[in-house]
């Protein structure tokens, strides 16, 4: 039998076959994490919530690009509304209003929609009150409405919403719902301010539309015009999401979050160790908070049993408060709370994002081959990017399934259904610990928590008063309810269900 090497030789070539196999990247095999010396929840973890909010939501508050614009209906029949003393004032002070900054004009008429080469107030109003310029009643409402959606900006339609397609009025057809829905889905909404007029012996309502983009602020069109228009019409706002959310708290950096009021310091008060780093979205208009907390969840448990026994800490987040009171486009009623662990989600996020500031130093090879410097030595540009600098598929972010966590949190529905019956413009939210709540529950207590407040589903009002103002009888005595099917069809398809309103965002142990 032959003798087998001596220990010390066989212990030399392991070593050996181990070092040829870390020659490559450092690591056993080759599976050294390029992440390892990053921490996702480092000093950074702030802004990396809001960006990761940003992504999953698709956030609606970006720029708007393009300029606003007004499109003004010159149909031959609507010279009459505009005669009207009172509709032609409102018209002046929108006037004044819109072109007191850069705005694109257009005309309607003829089939066409034609720019306004108009550089004042004066001379739109000179344009305006020249009835040779209502030539026919050709004027293409679809079509204007489809430009306005196609772009990115605020705009002012005012017309009567008499469409003419091959020579016949459109009186049934719901020829502005698919437009309206596709704007609606943008995060946009659409605000009618109707005059009501006579045209002979006909009633007929003309209408102010704003489209507005993005989220409303001072900025947006429909904050300027809205008082020029509201005392001298009916107003009805289009839109998925008509409620406004504002909080209540004791202070800037205190959150939502339980407080002992007992405490003798403010540092004794905070028993949840809320961080400096907290951050109230809702300041810059993006519905999310991100808490990140200085105790483990062991402690807030042991905190919630012994406050509960003194009838305090019921409620994890209070002092968030919706107006409801907007419901001309649907009733809200059913709310309810998720809860989620996002850890492994966010991480591949928050690593993504990362690769995206390590891209690699590349150089040409002998033989004119792409490929790394030879002195990249960066983990994780080697790891992500391929020779010709291009991010590698894996770390280009693809949101995915978070875990459900289930019996923590709930809604404290007799707090909603109270503030509610007693003032619909201030309904507070109140996220409640589960009544089945148990420590047990989070499985990962060292993740990334997020609570959201969900619109389980709500009500369109297609019945509602409101509508009767855009539907009429024409002059051949027919009844026009395209308008009204178009607006009523868009309530219908768009009814918001299971829709995040409002987010938390949790990290203990901070």
């Not at 990053?38 to 970006?62: C, M, W």
């Not at 032609?88 to 008429?109: H, I, P, Q, S």
């Not at 305090?312 to 009733?331: C, E, I, T, V, W």
Request: glycine share 6%.
């Amino acid at each position: 039998m032959k003798k087998g090497k001596p220990v010390v030789s066989r212990l030399a070539y392991v070593f050996g076959l181990l070092v040829l196999l870390t020659s490559c990247d450092g690591s056993v095999g080759g599976n050294q994490d390029p992440f390892g010396k990053f921490n996702p929840y480092d000093q950074e973890l702030s802004g990396r919530v809001k960006a990761y909010n940003n992504a999953i939501t698709h956030d609606t508050t970006k720029t708007k690009s393009g300029n606003p614009a007004i499109y003004i209906d010159f149909s031959s029949g609507i010279y009459k509304a505009f005669a009207d003393p009172a509709i032609r004032g409102m018209m002046t002070n929108c006037f004044n209003t819109v072109l007191a900054e850069n705005f694109d004009v257009y005309k309607l008429g003829s089939n066409a929609i034609s720019p306004l080469n108009v550089s004042n107030t004066t001379e739109l109003g000179q344009q305006v009150s020249d009835p040779a310029q209502y030539v026919d009643i050709w004027a293409p409402i679809q079509s204007a409405v489809e430009k306005i959606v196609d772009g990115n900006s605020d705009a002012l339609l005012i017309t009567d919403f008499e469409e003419w397609q091959k020579s016949s009025e459109v009186t049934n057809t719901a020829f502005l719902k698919i437009p309206f829905s596709k704007w609606l889905e943008k995060g946009n909404s659409i605000h009618f301010f109707i005059a009501d007029y006579k045209e002979g012996t006909v009633d007929k309502h003309l209408y102010f539309t704003v489209f507005n983009s993005r989220r409303i602020n001072e900025s947006s069109m429909i904050s300027k015009l809205a008082p020029k228009l509201s005392p001298f019409t009916s107003r009805f706002d289009l839109s998925d999401k008509s409620y406004k959310l504002h909080t209540d708290y004791g202070s800037e950096k205190s959150g939502g979050i339980f407080y002992d009021a007992s405490g003798k310091s403010e540092k004794a008060k905070n028993v949840l160790d809320l961080k400096e780093s907290y951050v109230n979205g809702l300041k810059s208009g993006k519905y999310y908070e991100f808490y990140p907390l200085g105790v483990d969840w062991k402690t807030i448990d042991e905190l919630h049993t012994t406050y509960k026994n003194q009838s305090q800490f019921n409620d994890f987040f209070r002092k968030l408060y919706a107006d409801l009171s907007n419901d001309d486009s649907y009733s809200y009623t059913d709310f309810g709370v998720k809860v989620s662990d996002i850890t492994e989600d966010f991480e591949q996020f928050a690593k993504s994002a990362e690769a995206k500031a390590h891209k690699p130093k590349l150089v040409k090879g002998s033989d004119g081959e792409d490929k790394f410097a030879d002195n990249e030595t960066d983990p994780i540009a080697l790891a992500c990017y391929d020779t010709k600098g291009k991010l590698k598929d894996q770390w280009i972010y693809q949101q995915k399934p978070a875990e459900a966590v289930n019996e923590v949190f709930t809604l404290n529905k007799n707090l909603f259904n109270n503030t509610k019956s007693t003032d619909h413009k201030n309904v507070e939210f109140g996220v409640a610990f589960d009544p089945m709540f148990n420590l047990k529950n989070i499985h990962n207590s060292e993740g990334l928590l997020k609570v959201d407040i969900l619109l389980n589903t709500a009500e369109p009002n297609v019945n509602g008063p409101k509508l009767s103002k855009f539907q009429w009888i024409n002059a051949k005595h027919v009844p026009n309810i395209a308008l009204y099917e178009s607006i009523k069809n868009t309530l219908q398809e768009l009814k918001p269900s299971n829709k995040v309103v409002y987010s938390y965002y949790i990290k203990t142990q901070q």
